[in-house]
Nanobody, 113 residues
Framework: QVQLVESGGGLVQAGESLRLSCAAS????????MGWYRQAPGEQREFVAL?????STNYADSVKGRFTISRDNARVSMQMNSLKPEDTAVYYC?????????WGQGTQVTVSS
């Protein structure tokens, strides 16, 4: 089992920045992918960014150039710059280990205009 705990959400104004972090614990050996999804009110959960154990990264088009994901062993972080009101959502950290996906509880990010 893998446990994920997110931190760093909050309320900011448009154009400001936030940094999200997620720490994995438990059976962390073999975690291949770590990343983030988000879910806005009334919307489906959507992919935001991921990083692999090999150092590859991938981003949703909506955040390319504004968000940067990084990983240090069992911790993944995401620097979010130039935030927009449409970035408002609950952000969920996830990890993939031997084909199983694990989720954190989520952290709220609210961007006011």
């Amino acid at each position: 089992q893998v446990q994920l705990v997110e931190s760093g959400g909050g309320l900011v104004q448009a154009g400001e920045s936030l940094r999200l972090s997620c720490a994995a614990s438990g059976s962390i050996f073999g975690i291949n992918i770590m990343g983030w999804y988000r879910q806005a009110p009334g919307e489906q959960r959507e992919f935001v960014a991921l990083t692999t154990s090999g150092g590859s990264t991938n981003y949703a088009d909506s955040v390319k150039g504004r968000f940067t994901i990084s990983r240090d062993n069992a911790r993944v972080s995401m620097q979010m710059n130039s935030l927009k009101p449409e970035d408002t959502a609950v952000y969920y950290c996830y990890a993939v280990r031997f084909g199983a996906t694990y989720w954190g509880q989520g952290t709220q990010v609210t961007v006011s205009s």
